[in-house]
């Protein structure tokens, strides 16, 4: 047990595999268990973690084994949009009070529905996106703003194509 | 050849003249605007045909001694035919090895959870206070999230990149609450013992 090259060839083996954050559900997701998921890359696949409150989960796409990667179009931004647009009409009502109290409370309201509004239309629209391979199909809900499946597609496409050519090349060599 | 590719919406099978455009087409049985990205990957053939009858004088495999062996398990070593070989990343293992890879996580590629003390520790100070059973068990909680801070410590081994400020903010709530209980209950006693009429003693 103390040889050294076990124990190296052992801490090797158990030292978690380096993976980089390139998306994530966003910080109103923290607030609902079990709705926060992250996309990390690894050196040949995917990692989608997805917390279940007191357990993370994780789905592994091998970028050789990745088949399709579909989005559509959703209308949830629209209706984000209208949810708090909505909220933030209601807001305007506290300066209906006409006393300081109320305008302070109504400017907080506002600020707040109002931000929120602002960051959904900044965030852009909304699409729902699966990934595929030929033993999952799977719902990457962190690339569902159009910003963030703009730079999903942009990192992981060209990482993808190459593994599958160098390894239909391997097949074909073999 | 793979069944092909999928709306995300309606789940049904796409077009493949929908396949790698530029543009969104309409999904043709939801009508969504769906665009699809294609890989090579696709073309694979995912399942193998049945498994070769071996001769006399090859060998066989492991768990089908009739059928012809095609790889070995890069695990235990085992023969196997193309029906028991599964591509598991680069590796190619019998399907022993992979359940019990998968049951020990000893290995990064095996691990499909991970336990989070932290959260853990964290609901077990907060869960007494929403419920009020605070006053009641209050100590024991804050003992037990305390504990499980110190053994999570060290145990927690998520496969991402996890701070550790949950540990610490877990285990500074857990000595507030356990203080916090302690002068509580101290403060009822000194009450009955200061004010015994008020308490009907």
């Known amino acids: 047990m103390s040889d050294p090259t076990f124990l190296l060839s052992r801490q090797t083996e158990l030292r978690p595999a380096p993976y980089r954050k390139i998306a994530a559900t966003g910080w109103t997701s923290r607030l609902l268990p079990g709705s926060r998921s992250e996309i990390y890359l690894g050196e040949d696949h995917l990692l989608h973690a997805k917390q279940i409150m007191l357990f993370e989960k994780y789905r592994r796409f091998y970028f050789s084994d990745i088949e399709a990667i579909s989005f559509s179009k959703s209308n949830r931004w629209i209706w984000l949009s209208v949810v708090w647009g909505f909220l933030l009409f209601c807001s305007l009502f506290w300066y209906l009070g006409h006393q300081t109290w109320c305008y302070i409370v109504g400017a907080v309201f506002c600020m707040v529905f109002g931000g929120l509004l602002l960051l959904n239309l900044i965030a852009g629209r909304t699409y729902v996106v699966n990934i595929q391979t030929a033993a999952q199909i799977r719902r990457l809900r962190p690339v569902e703003r159009e910003n963030q499946l703009i730079k999903f597609q942009q990192t992981v496409v060209p990482i993808i194509m190459q593994a599958q050519q160098v390894q239909q090349s391997n097949e074909a060599a073999v | 050849m793979s069944a092909g590719a999928f709306c995300p919406i309606c789940h049904r099978l796409l077009a493949t003249s929908q ?180 308490f009907g003693l």
Request: glycine share 4%.
């Open chain 2, 19 to 198: 396949w790698n455009l530029t543009d969104f087409t309409a999904c043709p049985n939801c009508q969504a605007p769906t665009r699809t990205l294609v890989f090579p990957a696709i073309a694979k053939a995912t399942f193998s045909a049945r498994p070769a009858q071996r001769n006399e004088t090859e060998a066989g495999c492991f768990f089908h001694a009739d059928s012809r062996a095609e790889n070995v398990c890069a695990s235990c070593g085992r023969f196997l035919c193309s029906m028991c070989t599964l591509a598991f990343g680069t590796q190619k293992l019998c399907p022993d090895c992979i359940y019990r890879k998968r049951r020990q996580a000893s290995e990064p590629p095996f691990q499909d959870q991970a336990v989070l003390f932290d959260n853990i520790a964290l609901l077990l100070l907060v869960l007494p206070v929403l419920c009020f059973v605070y006053i009641y068990l209050g100590l024991i909680f804050s003992a037990f999230a305390l504990a499980i801070v110190i053994i999570g410590w060290r145990r927690q081994r998520p496969l991402v990149p996890r701070s550790k400020y949950r540990f610490v903010l877990a285990a500074g709530l857990s000595l507030i609450e356990g203080i916090g209980w302690i002068a509580l209950v101290w403060l009822v006693v000194w009450l009955i013992q200061s004010h015994p009429t008020d």
